[in-house]
């Protein structure tokens, strides 16, 4: 693994506690760049690791036994992978999936540990983000069964355009329709549709969000409740030394 000792810091959780606890942090990260397609935790996984996502998207992916698969949620540069753990867990719950390349860090669950022992501000910080990703459980659930397709993948690029901070970034339809449970097909038809819609550009597997308005015309309202739900910069004041 390809590693920066001292990365910078682009990942809300850790970027929301105090500078004492991000230095200590980031002496302990290890981070490399993680590719779309990349398997980072597979169901049943034993936790040695927490990730915390610097940039790109990550699914977290329920599969049948017949090889389908549909997402439980997915993370941003908001969140981290392994919040489970904090709940008792030994064992990671579904599939982790890079959707969208970008860059994570690994800490070690001892690191962790030492962490939140040290810095109350860390545990803070860590719980928040585990009730918003339960609160984006929550609403996805509903969301499979409520909202059509074109609802379901408008949410999905408004979130990702968040994450990418409104830059261009690859996407395939692939990917995207594995995420959502949809047939590829679906997926371009409806890219097309809101292309055609001046929402976003698509091009040789490069989307843009271009009107963010009128892309949210198109989602569904379950996009409001994930979104405000998320952690984001500048908060480091409101939580415990």
């Not at 904090?86 to 890079?98: D, Q």
């Not at 928040?128 to 059509?148: F, K």
């Not at 698509?202 to 009128?214: E, I, M, P």
Request: aromatic residues 4%.
């Amino acid at each position: 693994m390809t590693t920066n000792s001292k990365p910078v810091l682009r990942n809300h959780v850790l970027m929301s506690t105090r500078p004492d606890a991000q230095s200590f942090i980031t002496e302990r990260l290890q981070t490399r760049a993680v590719t779309a397609g990349e398997t980072l935790f597979d169901h049943g996984d034993p936790i040695h690791h927490a990730i915390f996502p610097q940039s790109g998207v990550i699914s977290m992916l329920s599969q049948s036994e017949g090889g389908k698969s549909v997402e439980q949620a997915s993370i941003g540069n908001e969140g981290f992978l392994g919040f489970t753990y904090l709940m008792g867990g030994g064992s990671v719950p579904a599939r982790a999936m890079v959707q969208i390349s970008g860059e994570a860090s690994w800490l070690t669950i001892a690191d962790l540990e030492e962490a939140m022992t040290r810095f109350v501000c860390v545990r803070a910080a860590l719980l928040r983000y585990s009730q918003a990703l339960i609160i984006q459980l929550m609403e996805t659930i509903a969301c499979n069964g409520l909202h059509s397709a074109e609802q379901r993948i408008a949410s999905w690029l408004l979130l990702a355009d968040r994450r990418m901070q409104g830059r261009t970034f690859a996407l395939t339809q692939d990917g995207l329709g594995r995420a959502l449970g949809l047939r590829r097909a679906t997926v371009s038809n409806i890219c097309s549709d809101l292309q055609r819609a001046g929402a976003i550009t698509y091009s040789r597997g490069h989307l843009a969000v271009v009107d963010r308005a009128g892309l949210r015309n198109h989602a569904c309202s379950c996009h409001d409740r994930i979104e405000a739900g998320m952690i984001v910069p500048g908060v480091r004041d409101t939580l415990p030394i």
